[in-house]
Nanobody, 130 residues
Framework: QLQLVESGGGLVQPGGSLRLSCAAS????????IGWFRQAPGKEREGVAC????????NYTNSVKGRFTISRDNAKNTVYLQMNNLKPEDTGVYRC???????????????????????WGQGTQVTVSS
């Protein structure tokens, strides 16, 4: 029963906000870097945001800078992605992943989707539409 579970997705109008949650079950997130990835229909998966295990470092893809904020609450074993001023191009399935090894943590910091991460969530749908 080792898994990540995402929640918080939904349908929102352009300019709206959503907060996604990534909760760990069966293990602690304390020693993992966490990343959010998304995939739109017909497009490649892309890295959106990531946060180091200590929370001291974050990285965002350019298209979401200034709009999205990743944070973590290790006491709650949860990582969040606050998404503000949402745009139609933000539409997609959002998944979180956890990286434990040095290699995978570096890849996650670089927002690489294919980092061989230890855990992936099932995904939550975000749809931004009028």
């Amino acid at each position: 029963q080792l898994q990540l579970v995402e929640s918080g997705g939904g349908l929102v109008q352009p300019g709206g906000s959503l907060r996604l949650s990534c909760a760990a079950s069966g293990f602690t997130l304390d020693f993992y870097a966490i990343g959010w990835f998304r995939q739109a229909p017909g497009k490649e998966r892309e890295g959106v945001a990531c946060i180091s295990k200590s929370g001291s470092s974050t990285n965002y893809t350019n298209s979401v800078k200034g709009r999205f904020t990743i944070s973590r609450d290790n006491a709650k074993n949860t990582v969040y992605l606050q998404m503000n001023n949402l745009k139609p191009e933000d539409t997609g399935v959002y998944r979180c992943a956890a990286a434990r090894t040095q290699r995978s943590q570096l890849l996650m910091l670089a927002l690489q989707p294919g980092g061989g991460y230890a855990y992936w969530g099932q995904g939550t749908q975000v749809t931004v539409s009028s």
